[in-house]
T-cell receptor
Framework: AQTVTQSQPEMSVQEAETVTLSCTYDTSESDYYLFWYKQPPSRQMILVIRQEAYKQQNATENRFSVNFQKAAKSFSLKISDSQLGDAAMYFCAYRTPNTGANSKLTFGKGITLSVRP | KAGVTQTPRYLIKTRGQQVTLSCSPISGHRSVSWYQQTPGQGLQFLFEYFSETQRNKGNFPGRFSGRQFSNSRSEMNVSTLELGDSALYLC????????????FGSGTRLTVV
């Protein structure tokens, strides 16, 4: 079974600084998708960024970028120029590309990010 | 376009009762998934429905069930509630073929007393 591990329960960053959130996963599959979701106090899970395992290029979305190391099964999220609105819980998630029996997201435990003004 | 709508937002029930939660997906989305979120266990997959058929099921007891209607709206039901069922229940919708296009609702906070 696939597992996702986020070992840091909490992190803090100064506004305008850069922070990196760590995630490792375990799978025997060669093709899969990885995601970072943000959950603010409003509770809605918001997709931050996604990465296809077959792509060597790291995904980037504005201030958010990932460092995807397939061999090491590592998928970290870098937030540049941190803003107060970035404060939230961040979840790393994994999914196989198959529909049917494996069509689900497997989440890590999450990390609470606080942003200091 | 409207997002994923979950009702109610909050719910308080007594042990032994049953509860039904509702999820209206984004228009055109045929897949609806349900997740349970608790501080101890994190986010756990309950089940997924696609075109009114359960396509995948997580490791939850039979007290947890769901269904999907022809308009893609989904309901999940929990019978014989236990204190441990207190959680945030999140619904996510997708086209079902776009394998990573999930959109989540804001959840239903269920408290069992």
């Amino acid at each position: 079974a696939q597992t996702v591990t986020q070992s840091q329960p909490e992190m803090s960053v100064q506004e305008a600084e850069t922070v990196t959130l760590s995630c490792t996963y375990d799978t025997s599959e060669s093709d899969y998708y990885l995601f970072w979701y943000k959950q603010p106090p409003s509770r809605q899970m918001i997709l931050v960024i996604r990465q296809e395992a077959y792509k060597q290029q790291n995904a980037t979305e504005n201030r958010f970028s990932v460092n995807f190391q397939k061999a090491a099964k590592s998928f970290s999220l870098k937030i540049s120029d941190s803003q107060l609105g970035d404060a939230a819980m961040y979840f790393c998630a994994y999914r196989t590309p198959n529909t049917g029996a494996n069509s689900k997201l497997t989440f890590g435990k999450g990390i609470t990010l606080s942003v200091r003004p | 376009k409207a997002g994923v709508t979950q009702t109610p937002r909050y719910l308080i029930k007594t042990r032994g009762q049953q509860v039904t939660l509702s999820c209206s997906p984004i228009s055109g989305h045929r897949s609806v998934s349900w997740y349970q979120q608790t501080p101890g266990q994190g986010l756990q997959f309950l089940f997924e429905y696609f075109s009114e058929t359960q396509r995948n099921k997580g490791n939850f007891p039979g007290r947890f069930s769901g269904r999907q209607f022809s308009n893609s709206r989904s309901e999940m039901n929990v019978s014989t509630l236990e204190l441990g069922d207190s959680a945030l229940y999140l619904c996510a919708s997708s086209l079902g073929v776009d394998l990573y296009g999930y959109t989540f609702g804001s959840g239903t906070r269920l408290t069992v007393v």
